[in-house]
T-cell receptor, first 115, second 112 residues
């Protein structure tokens, strides 16, 4: 089946630094990938949609200059959290969209802790 | 996409069938019903989806009412590993252009 690989699974960084999260589609080409954020005891919230070769579109309230998304190839999308602050600590999850047989396939998530 | 309503939590005994309801009364004719689950600190896992016919796969069965305003996910023989948050999501047929809108889901707890 369709597999989306997400790395790292967890990361701890200092305030003010940047962190990059990678999301790869292993056995298919993903023209569209989605990035979600999940705070403790809450549901997933869509942050942005990235399309290969074009600029990402961000949901209302998500700072595009803080959460940089790059989707340079059909198998790789990256999310960079710039100048991270403790309030950015969350569970970040990517997803490849529109796979009719398997539904939308999700990565395993990245637990970001900013100290 | 149509909104869904699910009970916040349910308990089920191990080995019994777990029946998880979902209301989606505003669903439109070209929208699918998808079910995902999320085990703690993992990404959501696809379970099953359907349009109007009942569906079954190796994980679960999906029963959709004739008017399509509600559905039930059935885990036929629940195990402790089925403890998770289950999300019922209505998805348009737009080919994957939009992300998914997650509600609060149902926290299913399988009791030994």
């Amino acid at each position: 089946g369709a597999v989306v690989s997400q790395h790292p699974s967890r990361v701890i960084c200092k305030s003010g630094t940047s962190v990059k999260i990678e999301c790869r589609s292993l056995d298919f080409q993903a023209t569209t990938m989605f990035w979600y954020r999940q705070f403790p005891k809450q549901s997933l919230m869509l942050m942005a949609t990235s399309n290969e070769g074009s600029k990402a579109t961000y949901e209302q309230g998500v700072e595009k200059d803080k959460f940089l998304i790059n989707h340079a190839s059909l198998t790789l999308s990256t999310l960079t959290v710039t100048s991270a602050h403790p309030e950015d600590s969350s569970f970040y999850i990517c997803s490849a969209g529109g796979l009719r047989v398997y539904g939308y396939t999700f990565g395993s998530g990245t637990r970001l802790t900013v100290v | 996409d149509a909104k869904t309503t699910q009970p916040p939590s349910m308990d089920c005994a191990e080995g019994r069938a777990a029946n998880l309801p979902c209301n989606h009364s505003t669903i439109s004719g070209n929208e699918y019903v998808y079910w995902y689950r999320q085990i703690h600190s993992q990404g959501p896992q696809y379970i099953i989806h359907g349009l109007k016919n009942n569906e079954t796969n190796e994980m679960a069965s999906l029963i959709i009412t004739e008017d399509r305003k509600s559905s039930t996910l059935i885990l036929p023989h629940a195990t402790l590993r089925d403890t998770a948050v289950y999300y019922c999501i209505v998805v348009g047929s737009g080919g994957g252009a939009d992300g998914l809108t997650f509600g609060k889901g149902t926290h299913l707890i399988i009791q030994p």
